[in-house]
């Protein structure tokens, strides 16, 4: 049951139910909350770096760009820190589940795991619903339970949205950061400036993480479904039809931006692309995914004085018809 909630929580939920579960879970994503989270996040991102330093290298997604956005997860939702190696599998299965290319061998191992994933949810919602209120904390499980208890949503939409964050938190996240990486090994002027200006010029990070959104867009579309008649760019569309929304494609629009394909830091509101959604779905975690990836990419830039691709082992996107992730990067560090 929770598993089928996931298609009609939070990014696919419609008015009013959306509202109500958007205002439950903006306490704990509030900034100044976010923002507390920044010491323990760039503490966990060091001693990753600092590992890998250490073995000349090794695969940046699993030691740090899975890893990370799993670690916030954890503490996002109040889980068990001896969690993490199972938070970080299960955060990187929704590109697997939507892939488009499974055999039944694979599918059957994806349900096997994500059965798994809503067990321990279950068993993680119930726990803390028998903690007395000023036992529980506030991690988001906490609003979800009080939501429940008010009677403003159901035990099911509340699993399944704990469900949903795990991709939409994890998977994503992973994504971006994974792609900047990539990004900068195929560019070392890019990577020199970028830690020359780590104390100088902070702001050019934040840029590059933009850019990166907007370029290499975690989700490759979304789908939205056409309530009236209407027409689109002189195509008519009936009430019922079912668009994709291919985000890359708007993001290098050329009426809206200059040298759409090009990475520019120097951009005025890079923030205006579409990586994060749009209007009411607008992601609700995107100023977490934003310090997340800025903050793991400060550390591994102040961490090493070169990152280079480790051409022995090419790297490899997730084959998903959905998400756009690399599976592995192989990296040599110094």
């Known amino acids: 049951k929770a598993l089928g909630a996931t298609s009609t929580v939070i990014a696919n939920a419609d008015e009013p139910d959306h509202a109500v579960q958007r205002k439950l879970m903006l306490p704990p994503l509030k900034q100044a909350r976010i923002a507390d989270m920044e010491t323990g996040m760039r503490s966990f991102a060091r001693a990753r770096v600092n590992a890998i330093v250490q073995t000349g290298g090794g695969d940046i997604c699993s030691a740090l760009a899975e890893a990370l956005p799993a670690y916030v997860l954890m503490h996002l939702l109040g889980l068990d820190d001896d969690a993490l190696s199972s938070v970080q599998r299960w955060a990187m299965m929704g590109g697997d589940f939507l892939a488009g290319r499974l055999n039944e061998q694979q599918m059957q191992q994806v349900f096997v795991e994500s059965a798994a994933l809503m067990d321990y949810l279950t068993k993680h919602f119930d726990a803390v619903q028998v903690r007395a209120a000023d036992e529980r ?106 668009l994709l929304l291919g985000w890359s494609a708007a993001n290098r629009d050329p009426a809206v931006w200059s040298e759409p394909d090009t990475l520019k830091l120097d951009r005025t509101k890079p923030e205006r692309h579409l990586g994060f959604g749009y209007g009411i779905h607008y992601c609700i975690g995107a100023p977490l995914a934003r310090l997340e990836v800025r903050v793991a990419l400060e550390e591994l830039l102040a961490g090493t004085q070169k990152i280079t691709l480790d051409t022995s082992q090419p790297y490899a996107f997730a084959p998903s018809v959905f998400v756009r992730r690399l599976l592995h990067l192989h990296l040599q560090v110094s």
């Open 137 to 242: 904390g506030e991690s988001l499980t906490v609003k979800l339970v009080e939501g429940v208890e008010a009677g403003l949503i159901t035990r099911e939409q509340a699993t399944g949205i704990l469900i949903i964050l795990f991709g939409a938190a994890g998977e994503s996240t992973a994504s971006v950061l994974g792609s900047a990486i990539r990004v900068l090994v195929h560019d070392t002027a890019l990577q020199t400036t970028l830690r020359e200006n780590l104390r100088k010029n902070p702001a050019l990070i934040a840029n590059f993480v933009e850019e990166i959104v907007r370029l290499e867009t975690p989700f490759k579309f979304h789908y939205r479904s056409v309530k009236h008649d209407t027409t689109l760019c002189g195509t008519e569309l009936k009430a019922g039809d079912l």
